[in-house]
């Protein structure tokens, strides 16, 4: 496995973004993936019972595992819009459907911005022609553009393998930074793929492995209405993956789950107001869903994440999160330590340490290991700090 440029393109994709006036900054706000024919589609969505109008939309059409196009816009969420929310982002759909020729159930749309305010769909519907004029192999970075809101950076990892003699590439373009605990942030994430795959087969694999990666990260414990993860796959590659277990698979496999890692952790890298990337490794615990229960509750607390802004090694907001998370354990076993250095033993502070750990929480990457010493599962988490810029990016989003 190794990394490839992303303006290399992948077979059987174009891409393109423009601004069509959503944004008030005038930056792009429309993006778009299209496909040279159907392609192998499985998502997953959110699981918050307040679901946007595209996700609404997009669930029902995932149903018959093709997609040719993925229209996505920036700027406003169209969530908790009633009806007209869904009328719009099927007109949005169909004017895309109509100008490319295609049947509208293969476009999959997406959006992504203000919560509660109406679409302006015809604004959106002009600006397709020059969508699809300027869509290129080479344009994922515009793409990428067009669909950031509060991210400081774009978000995409492209990487290929080698499987019998042919190079299979997966390139991957995510976008968040707040409204981040995804349960399948605001978080949008579209990975395309030229491998053929029976849909199936990859609805499974996206499946397992946004479970092991997206769902394994918090920026402020908020679930949005629009999360999605799109994984489209063309064939042309003509390398055809069929079976579990095999060869194939399994470097497929890892290849998808290496993207979705790379970017779940790159959006919370980019947490709004975030000084430092935290990553929880939450070791032998009773069960697998207290291994994660855990994990996430220690991400999750604001006193942890503002004691880690800081610089402040108090790890006595850790044991506190611990024992309010619901898993087994006994404190007077635990052990906490931060990159290497041992914060805790059997439940108690290690002194001789301090001086250490000082300087540990001075870095940007910081290594959580928690070992509960209550079974054998595990899990790991990433997680950021809560800093004052937090407060006023989300203190004034709609206004």
């Given at each position: 496995?190794?990394?490839?440029?992303?303006?290399?393109?992948?077979?059987?994709?174009?891409?393109?973004?423009?601004?069509?006036?959503?944004?008030?900054?005038?930056?792009?706000?429309?993006?778009?993936?299209?496909?040279?024919?159907?392609?192998?589609?499985?998502?997953?969505?959110?699981?918050?019972?307040?679901?946007?109008?595209?996700?609404?939309?997009?669930?029902?059409?995932?149903?018959?595992?093709?997609?040719?196009?993925?229209l996505v816009n920036s700027g406003n969420a169209n969530a908790c819009t009633g009806e007209q929310g869904i009328l719009d982002g099927i007109a949005?759909?169909?004017?895309?459907?109509?100008?490319?020729?295609?049947?509208?159930?293969?476009?999959?749309?997406?959006?992504?911005?203000?919560?509660?305010?109406?679409?302006?769909?015809?604004?959106?519907?002009?600006?397709?022609?020059?969508?699809?004029?300027?869509?290129?192999?080479?344009?994922?970075?515009?793409?990428?553009?067009?669909?950031?809101?509060?991210?400081?950076?774009?978000?995409?990892?492209?990487?290929?393998?080698?499987?019998?003699?042919?190079?299979?590439?997966?390139?991957?373009?995510?976008?968040?930074?707040?409204?981040?605990?995804?349960?399948?942030?605001?978080?949008?994430?579209?990975?395309?793929?030229?491998?053929?795959?029976?849909?199936?087969?990859?609805?499974?694999?996206?499946?397992?492995?946004?479970?092991?990666?997206?769902?394994?990260?918090?920026?402020?414990?908020?679930?949005?209405?629009?999360?999605?993860?799109?994984?489209?796959?063309?064939?042309?590659?003509?390398?055809?993956?069929?079976?579990?277990?095999?060869?194939?698979?399994?470097?497929?496999?890892?290849?998808?789950?290496?993207?979705?890692?790379?970017?779940?952790?790159?959006?919370?890298?980019?947490?709004?107001?975030?000084?430092?990337?935290?990553?929880?490794?939450?070791?032998?615990?009773?069960?697998?869903?207290?291994?994660?229960?855990?994990?996430?509750?220690?991400?999750?607390?604001?006193?942890?994440?503002?004691?880690?802004?800081?610089?402040?090694?108090?790890?006595?907001?850790?044991?506190?999160?611990?024992?309010?998370?619901?898993?087994?354990?006994?404190?007077?076993?635990?052990?906490?330590?931060?990159?290497?250095?041992?914060?805790?033993?059997?439940?108690?502070?290690?002194?001789?340490?301090?001086?250490?750990?000082?300087?540990?929480?001075?870095?940007?990457?910081?290594?959580?290991?928690?070992?509960?010493?209550?079974?054998?599962?595990?899990?790991?988490?990433?997680?950021?700090?809560?800093?004052?810029?937090?407060?006023?990016?989300?203190?004034?989003?709609?206004?």
């Amino acid at each position: 496995m190794k990394a490839f440029s992303y303006r290399k393109g992948v077979p059987g994709f174009r891409f393109a973004g423009v601004a069509c006036g959503l944004k008030k900054n005038g930056k792009k706000d429309l993006g778009l993936i299209l496909a040279d024919e159907p392609c192998t589609a499985a998502a997953a969505f959110t699981k918050n019972s307040v679901k946007a109008a595209p996700v609404i939309i997009g669930q029902k059409r995932l149903k018959s595992g093709l997609v040719q196009a993925v229209l996505v816009n920036s700027g406003n969420a169209n969530a908790c819009t009633g009806e007209q929310g869904i009328l719009d982002g099927i007109a949005a759909s169909a004017a895309l459907s109509r100008e490319l020729g295609i049947k509208p159930g293969l476009v999959v749309p997406s959006s992504t911005g203000v919560i509660g305010v109406p679409l302006p769909v015809k604004r959106l519907i002009e600006g397709i022609p020059a969508l699809i004029k300027t869509a290129t192999p080479v344009s994922m970075s515009n793409f990428s553009d067009a669909i950031m809101t509060t991210d400081t950076f774009p978000k995409i990892v492209a990487l290929q393998e080698t499987i019998d003699g042919h190079i299979i590439r997966v390139c991957g373009v995510a976008k968040g930074a707040g409204m981040i605990m995804p349960d399948m942030a605001t978080m949008l994430s579209y990975i395309v793929t030229d491998a053929a795959i029976e849909r199936k087969l990859l609805a499974a694999l996206v499946r397992e492995k946004v479970e092991l990666t997206y769902n394994r990260i918090s920026v402020d414990g908020d679930m949005s209405t629009n999360d999605t993860v799109l994984v489209l796959a063309s064939g042309k590659s003509k390398i055809k993956i069929s079976s579990v277990g095999s060869k194939r698979y399994e470097l497929f496999s890892n290849l998808i789950y290496e993207v979705m890692k790379q970017l779940a952790r790159l959006i919370v890298r980019d947490g709004e107001g975030a000084t430092k990337l935290l990553l929880i490794n939450l070791k032998n615990a009773k069960t697998a869903s207290q291994a994660k229960q855990a994990a996430m509750t220690v991400a999750n607390s604001p006193l942890v994440k503002t004691a880690f802004f800081g610089q402040d090694y108090n790890w006595g907001r850790i044991m506190a999160a611990l024992g309010r998370s619901a898993a087994q354990f006994n404190m007077a076993k635990v052990d906490i330590s931060f990159n290497g250095i041992q914060s805790v033993h059997n439940g108690q502070g290690v002194t001789k340490n301090i001086g250490r750990l000082k300087k540990i929480m001075k870095k940007d990457c910081i290594e959580i290991s928690v070992d509960l010493k209550a079974g054998t599962k595990n899990c790991e988490v990433t997680t950021c700090d809560l800093s004052y810029d937090y407060i006023k990016i989300n203190a004034d989003y709609t206004t």
